[in-house]
């Protein structure tokens, strides 16, 4: 199964200095059909007004993945971690038996960035936060793991999770392949261009749910940069 989820389907909140909108039930937002995709619990593609963001907040039990698509933001934790992640780069909060922390805009632009929810498979364990580049020239052409708890990626950001969140970016015309495996829940977002999928057309920040898959080959019809959750 691929599934077309388009933008202005996904649920919404303006908040004023947030702008969010919801690929799965979150919030104020809920929708039978789209709780979650197999262990990809939130997906949420947020606008963050200049020199605003989320105060400080709890979670647990969590794996919380951030890919910031323009700006940056500024994480502060109880753990005692600072980071300020650029656009193209990740963050990943494993938020385990309980951990406070605020991200905040502090630029003079617009921050937009996905927030992706995974749920872990073991609950109790201490929590974490960790940050790091992930230049695009790298990523040209294929898929590269940015964030995993799955076997042999080590070159990612840990999660503790049986899932991969993974980058690409390709230019008009090109292909990619993904070995998905038909047991396996895959959702692509295209951040940026236009995109096929089988038969299916996502324009930018377009949702695509993929099951019963082995395969996923994915053709950019416009220059494209793209985020894919890979979950059990």
């Known amino acids: ?4 989820r388009p933008f202005d389907t996904l649920g919404a909140a303006d908040h004023g200095w947030l702008d969010a909108r919801h690929h799965f039930s979150f919030a104020g937002y809920h929708d039978p059909d789209r709780h979650n995709w197999g262990r990809l619990r939130v997906w949420n593609d947020d606008t963050i007004a200049p020199r605003s963001g989320f105060a400080t907040h709890p979670h647990n039990d969590m794996e ?28 990943v909060m494993s938020a385990g038996t309980g951990i406070r922390h605020s991200e905040f805009n502090l630029e003079d632009e617009e921050t937009r960035l996905f927030q992706i929810w995974i749920l872990p498979d073991s609950f109790g364990e201490n929590p974490s936060w960790g940050a790091r580049p992930f230049p695009k020239d790298d990523r ?15 070159d990612a950001l840990p999660i503790r999770a049986d ?3 993974a980058g690409a970016m ?27 999928v089988g038969d299916v057309e996502a ?29 059990a």
Not at 1 to 4: A, D, H, N, P, V
Not at 65 to 80: E, F, N, P, W
Not at 217 to 224: L, P, R, W, Y
């Open 170 to 196: 390709l230019r008009a015309g090109e292909s990619t392949s993904y070995a998905l495996g038909t047991d396996r829940h895959a959702y692509l977002v295209p951040a940026t261009g236009r995109v096929r």
């Open 140 to 154: 040209s052409g294929r898929f590269v793991t940015l964030a995993s708890g799955m076997r042999g990626d080590d």
């Open 64 to 91: 919380i993945v951030t890919y910031v698509r323009q700006g940056a933001i500024t994480h502060r934790d109880s753990l005692g971690n600072e980071g300020r992640t650029e656009a193209g780069d990740v963050q």
């Open 203 to 231: 324009a930018a920040r377009d949702g695509i749910a993929v099951t019963g898959v082995d395969t996923i080959t994915v053709t950019a019809i416009e220059d494209s940069e793209l985020v894919l959750v890979d979950a």
């Open 1 to 4: 199964m691929i599934q077309l």
């Open 163 to 165: 899932a991969r969140v």
